[in-house]
């Protein structure tokens, strides 16, 4: 398999080295250049399989220049039950009517390490692979839950480091501690003196700086980003659309060969666009349900084929999903057009310069014949939060209700049938605040843990003891600061690294 960029100036390329690029030289995306057919009788024996061997069956098909061994050893290293908590890594959960995707079982209890507890496995042996010298460094501008995952992620991986910068005051408590204790001889956590797009336009500066790249080249690194435009983070998200549907079959939801509906809670569309993935490659999805909070371009996008970034940001309680300009579409449109790549470099620089593009009838009409967009506000999502706790016992984050109450909308709206899972992608007790208020629990003046014990006594849920355990471990990065100081904390810490250790 050999990936291209969307904007079709760049490739084709191994896995390896769009891996290692992560966003192609003209600026556009890789996307793989076929699609991996996966027929009943592979879905019928991938039923039999544990999520590892799901995994490594579904990654090998599009990291065709990795051995089988090498695939089953990053699989094995990522999705190891020292870093999930539950032995199916994704189970499907009924509650009521409504299948979930658990997605957070990881180490940090959110979706995003699905993904990257695998990428720096992938990542390390890609540089083998290529032939390259020396090691990685990851730069991370994080507003919280990505920064963690990725410290998580690439905690003591070989000839990788990261250095993750993060908004002094522009954290919650648990996300502060999460990081600033985070282990690994390879990992450097930085607060900036500043808000999140300090952090961010710091660190897109660092990504500019040549002069930052040649000195450590000579010392034998060379920069990279770990965000959700590397093909790397997608390919392990197509996994767990398989392995949902094989569990649906077993658990008899449905027949093998008829279709599943997914809801999906939608920032960046790296999640959804996994299952499009899947679906291309012959897994029976029927339609792929597009779930925004108030953020709703994406809503407005899907019914009207116009895309249309200029207005506010608003700060929601789905903060995970307050993104304006979705990245991963970039890919989508390339795929629904045929790979016209001279278009979609058009409408990203309309998107850039003008804020807005349109796409003619016929891209809109391919997009709404499998997806369908919809979104909920605040009030609905914590309506629903109590409603479904009441219901059926079960107690959904504030991410997951949002899709939770499009998913509602659609069955209404549409009339459709098909067994419906909704993705679920953080654990409850990683938004405890806002969860604890829609079960009418009154946490105004704690602090942050004794809103965790207090939903865990109310709930009979236990906490995660990775959230928990934050508050008695160690401080171990105490570094602040200025966004014009950035520069030298990273090259202050790579200076104890004169040279690679292969
Ligand atoms: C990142 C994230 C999302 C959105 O995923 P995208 O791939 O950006 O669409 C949804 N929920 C949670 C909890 C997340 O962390």
């Given at each position: 398999?050999?990936?291209v960029?969307?904007r079709?100036?760049?490739?084709?390329v191994t896995?390896?080295?769009?891996?290692?690029?992560?966003?192609?030289?003209d600026?556009?995306?890789?996307v793989?250049t076929?699609?991996p057919?996966v027929?009943p009788?592979?879905?019928?024996?991938?039923?039999?399989?544990?999520?590892?061997?799901?995994?490594?069956a579904?990654?090998?098909?599009?990291?065709?220049?990795?051995?089988?061994?090498e695939?089953?050893d990053?699989?094995?290293a990522?999705?190891d039950?020292?870093?999930?908590d539950h032995?199916?890594v994704?189970?499907?959960?009924a509650?009521g009517?409504?299948h979930?995707?658990?997605?957070w079982?990881?180490p940090t209890?959110a979706?995003?390490?699905?993904?990257?507890?695998?990428?720096?496995?992938?990542?390390?042996?890609?540089?083998?692979?290529?032939?390259?010298a020396g090691?990685?460094?990851?730069?991370?501008a994080?507003?919280?839950?990505?920064?963690?995952?990725?410290?998580e992620?690439?905690?003591?991986?070989?000839?990788?480091r990261i250095?993750?910068?993060?908004?002094?005051?522009?954290?919650?408590?648990?996300?502060?501690?999460?990081?600033?204790t985070?282990?690994?001889?390879?990992?450097?956590?930085t607060?900036?003196?500043?808000?999140f797009?300090?952090?961010?336009?710091g660190?897109k500066?660092?990504?500019?700086?040549?002069?930052?790249?040649?000195?450590?080249?000579?010392?034998?690194?060379?920069?990279?980003?770990?965000?959700?435009?590397?093909?790397?983070?997608?390919v392990?998200?197509?996994?767990?659309?398989?392995?949902?549907?094989?569990?649906?079959?077993?658990?008899?939801?449905?027949?093998?060969?008829?279709?599943?509906?997914?809801?999906v809670?939608?920032?960046?569309?790296?999640d959804?666009?996994?299952?499009?993935?899947?679906?291309?490659?012959?897994?029976?999805i029927?339609?792929?349900?597009?779930?925004?909070?108030?953020?709703?371009v994406?809503?407005?996008?899907?019914?009207?084929?116009r895309?249309d970034r200029?207005r506010d940001?608003?700060?929601?309680t789905s903060?995970?999903?307050?993104?304006?300009?979705?990245?991963?579409?970039e890919?989508?449109?390339?795929?629904?057009?045929g790979?016209?790549a001279?278009?979609?470099?058009?409408w990203?620089?309309q998107?850039?310069?003008?804020g807005?593009?349109?796409?003619?009838?016929a891209?809109?009409?391919?997009?709404?014949q499998?997806?369908?967009g919809?979104?909920a506000?605040d009030?609905a999502?914590?309506?629903a939060?109590?409603?479904v706790?009441?219901?059926?016992?079960?107690?959904?984050?504030?991410?997951?209700?949002?899709a939770?109450?499009v998913?509602?909308?659609y069955?209404?709206?549409?009339?459709?049938?098909t067994?419906?899972?909704?993705?679920?992608t953080?654990?409850?007790f990683?938004?405890n605040?806002?969860v604890a208020?829609?079960?009418g629990l009154?946490?105004?003046?704690?602090g942050e843990f004794?809103?965790?014990a207090?939903?865990s006594?109310?709930?009979?849920?236990?906490?995660?003891?990775?959230?928990?355990?934050?508050?008695?471990?160690?401080?171990?990065?105490?570094?602040?600061?200025r966004?014009?100081?950035m520069r030298?904390?990273?090259?202050?810490?790579m200076?104890?690294?004169t040279?690679?250790?292969?």
């Open positions: 398999m050999r990936y960029s969307t079709g100036q760049a490739g084709p896995a390896a080295a769009a891996i290692m690029q992560g966003l192609a030289e600026g556009g995306l890789f793989p076929g699609w057919r027929g009788a592979l879905l019928h024996v991938m039923g039999q399989m544990n999520y590892q061997a799901r995994a490594a579904i990654i090998a098909l599009y990291l065709t220049d990795f051995s089988l061994d695939v089953h990053c699989v094995a990522a999705y039950d020292d870093k999930f032995p199916h994704a189970p499907v959960v509650a009517d409504c979930f995707l658990e997605l079982h990881g209890c979706f995003k390490d699905m993904a990257l507890q695998l990428l720096p496995h992938i990542l390390s042996r890609a540089l083998q692979k290529e032939h390259v090691g990685v460094l990851i730069l991370v994080t507003s919280g839950d990505t920064g963690k995952a990725a410290l992620g690439f905690e003591d991986v070989p000839r990788t250095a993750v910068f993060y908004p002094q005051h522009g954290v919650s408590e648990i996300q502060r501690l999460q990081m600033v985070q282990d690994g001889e390879n990992v450097c956590v607060a900036v003196d500043g808000n797009d300090d952090a961010q336009r660190v500066e660092l990504f500019q700086d040549r002069d930052l790249a040649a000195m450590l080249a000579r010392r034998g690194w060379r920069l990279s980003s770990a965000n959700s435009i590397n093909w790397g983070r997608l392990p998200q197509v996994v767990y659309y398989f392995s949902a549907y094989c569990d649906m079959v077993q658990r008899g939801a449905v027949a093998l060969g008829e279709p599943v509906n997914f809801v809670p939608t920032g960046n569309f790296g959804i666009l996994a299952g499009y993935y899947a679906k291309r490659m012959g897994l029976p029927g339609r792929l349900i597009c779930a925004s909070n108030a953020n709703n994406l809503t407005d996008f899907i019914r009207t084929g895309y200029r940001l608003q700060r929601t903060p995970s999903m307050d993104i304006l300009v979705s990245s991963n579409l890919r989508l449109l390339y795929h629904v057009t790979g016209d001279p278009q979609v470099a058009q990203m620089r998107l850039r310069e003008e807005c593009y349109q796409v003619p009838p891209v809109a009409a391919a997009v709404q499998v997806f369908w919809g979104w506000s009030a999502a914590r309506d939060i109590r409603l706790w009441q219901r059926h016992g079960y107690l959904m984050d504030p991410h997951t209700a949002v939770y109450c998913a509602e909308e069955r209404h709206t549409s009339g459709d049938r067994p419906l899972v909704i993705v679920s953080a654990s409850p990683k938004f605040r806002t208020a829609a079960l009154a946490t105004a003046g704690q004794d809103v965790l207090a939903l006594r109310c709930t009979g849920w236990a906490a995660p003891p990775q959230l928990a355990a934050v508050r008695d471990m160690p401080y171990r990065h105490d570094g602040v600061c966004r014009d100081e030298d904390a990273v090259l202050a810490w200076g104890e690294y040279k690679i250790e292969n």
